[in-house]
């Protein structure tokens, strides 16, 4: 896939590194004017990370944002584990377990792409009306 623009940054597998990714996320949207994706790509980028370091083990993580057209971005955390994530039924009471449907409800895309030496966890968000 060849993207219009892509920014980039690897950080460590950790709860903290949710604020650097939004931060880099609503930077790339202010760039590309699409302002009215900011905070719903920061609330999906988030998420893949919340997973990453939940479930992946890895010691850092690629977090990347792209623009493969004018009007769509595409959010993505690498990590080294191949395990794919999969969407669970969290109750009420569950204090985890609800990312996956975040993700499902505010992208209007998301997979996984296995590489060799671990995954890919990607969503797309595309811009609505005049932005």
Same mark, same amino acid.
């Given at each position: 896939?060849?993207?219009?623009?892509?920014?980039s940054?690897?950080l460590p597998c950790?709860?903290?590194?949710?604020?650097?990714a939004?931060?880099? $996320?609503?930077?790339?949207?202010?760039?590309?004017?699409?302002?009215?994706?900011?905070?719903?790509?920061a609330?999906v980028?988030?998420?893949?990370?919340?997973?990453?370091v939940a479930?992946?083990g890895?010691r850092l $993580?690629?977090v990347s $944002?792209?623009?493969?057209?004018?009007?769509?971005?595409?959010?993505?955390?690498?990590?080294?584990s191949?395990?794919?994530p999969?969407q669970?039924?969290?109750?009420a009471?569950? +204090?985890?377990?609800?990312?996956?449907?975040?993700? +499902?409800?505010?992208?209007?895309?998301?997979?996984?792409?296995?590489?060799r030496?671990?995954?890919?966890?990607?969503?797309?968000?595309?811009?609505k009306?005049?932005e």
């Amino acid at each position: 896939m060849s993207a219009l623009s892509t920014y980039s940054q690897t950080l460590p597998c950790a709860p903290e590194s949710a604020r650097r990714a939004r931060l880099l $996320v609503r930077a790339a949207c202010d760039t590309w004017q699409l302002a009215g994706l900011a905070d719903p790509a920061a609330l999906v980028i988030s998420e893949l990370i919340g997973n990453a370091v939940a479930h992946s083990g890895s010691r850092l $993580v690629r977090v990347s $944002v792209s623009r493969p057209e004018p009007c769509r971005v595409r959010l993505a955390v690498v990590d080294k584990s191949r395990t794919r994530p999969a969407q669970r039924d969290a109750s009420a009471d569950d +204090e985890h377990g609800r990312g996956l449907a975040i993700i +499902e409800a505010v992208s209007d895309a998301w997979g996984t792409d296995p590489l060799r030496w671990g995954k890919r966890v990607w969503a797309e968000l595309h811009a609505k009306g005049d932005e």
